[in-house]
Nanobody
Framework: QVQLVESGGGLVQAGGSLRLSCAAS????????MAWYRQAPGKQREQVAQ???????TYADSVKGRFTISRDNAKDAVYLQMNSLKPEDTAVYYC?????????WGQGTQVTVSA
């Protein structure tokens, strides 16, 4: 059974940093891409960052220069380092894993940035 366990969310003041982690277990198929999405109240879920293969990364314009996505292939883990956080970054953050067979979502972790 596949499980994605997220950690690292919390409450932080504007300008602060958080590091999200997502560890997957039970995935037996090749992972094509890993990503982080977020969903703020009343808004659609949006992709924040993705990493394809070992190093090709893309970011939403709103987080470029502040967030960094990375992965550990040996652990099937993906991370999101978030710096210079802003109140508008407040959302539930979800990790996402795309394999050749299907896609998986984490349970979500709340990130709240106070002004």
């Amino acid at each position: 059974q596949v499980q994605l366990v997220e950690s690292g969310g919390g409450l932080v003041q504007a300008g602060g940093s958080l590091r999200l982690s997502c560890a997957a277990s039970g995935i037996t198929f090749r992972i094509n891409a890993m990503a982080w999405y977020r969903q703020a109240p009343g808004k659609q879920r949006e992709q924040v960052a993705q990493i394809i293969g070992g190093s090709f990364t893309t970011y939403a314009d709103s987080v470029k220069g502040r967030f960094t996505i990375s992965r550990d292939n040996a652990k099937d883990a993906v991370y999101l380092q978030m710096n210079s956080l802003k109140p508008e970054d407040t959302a539930v953050y979800y990790c996402y894993i795309n394999t050749i067979l299907r896609q998986y979502w984490g349970q979500g972790t709340q990130v709240t940035v106070s002004a």
